[in-house]
Nanobody, 126 residues
Framework: QVQVAESGGGVVQGGGSLTLSCKVS???????????MAWFRQAPGQEREGVSC???????YYVDAVKGRFTISRENAQYTAWLQMNSLRPEDTAMYYC?????????????????WGQGTQVTVTS
C-alpha cells in the first residue's frame, strides 16, 4: 500500500524560508522512478490549489504565485521529494499536501493523484 508522508512545516516570519519533505513508501524503486510528485496547498476558507509538480523525467512546474521563490526537487533513491520555499509571504500560509501519481504532472488536476499525505502546516507571519 502506497503511503505519503510530509514533514517540515512550521511557523516562519515573512521573508524567511522553509523546506518541506515528502517521503513515499510502498513502491519499488522502479515504480517510484515513474511517479510524478506534487505539492498542493489549502488556506483556510479557500479551495486547495496546486503549487508545484516534478515529473518522472524531472520536468518541473510551478503555479505563477510561487515562481522564482519555490523550488521542487526529488531524489528517487530516497523515495523523497522536497519543496524549498524562500521569500515566504503571509499569503503562503496554508496546509501543504504532497501527492503522488503514476500519471503525468499536473498542478491543475488533483484528481489525477491517487496518493496523498496528511498535510503539514505552514504559517508565515507578517
Amino acid at each position: 500500500q502506497v503511503q505519503v508522508a510530509e514533514s517540515g512545516g512550521g511557523v516562519v516570519q515573512g521573508g524567511g524560508s522553509l523546506t518541506l519533505s515528502c517521503k513515499v513508501s510502498g513502491l519499488s524503486l522502479d515504480d517510484f522512478d515513474d511517479y510524478a510528485m506534487a505539492w498542493f496547498r489549502q488556506a483556510p476558507g479557500q479551495e486547495r490549489e496546486g503549487v508545484s509538480c516534478v515529473g518522472a523525467n524531472n520536468a518541473k512546474y510551478y503555479v505563477d504565485a510561487v515562481k522564482g521563490r519555490f523550488t521542487i526537487s526529488r531524489e528517487n533513491a530516497q523515495y523523497t521529494a522536497w519543496l524549498q520555499m524562500n521569500s515566504l509571504r503571509p499569503e503562503d500560509t496554508a496546509m501543504y499536501y504532497c501527492a503522488a501519481t503514476d500519471r503525468i504532472c499536473s498542478i491543475y488536476r488533483e484528481d489525477r493523484f491517487p496518493y496523498w499525505g496528511q498535510g503539514t502546516q505552514v504559517t508565515v507571519t507578517s
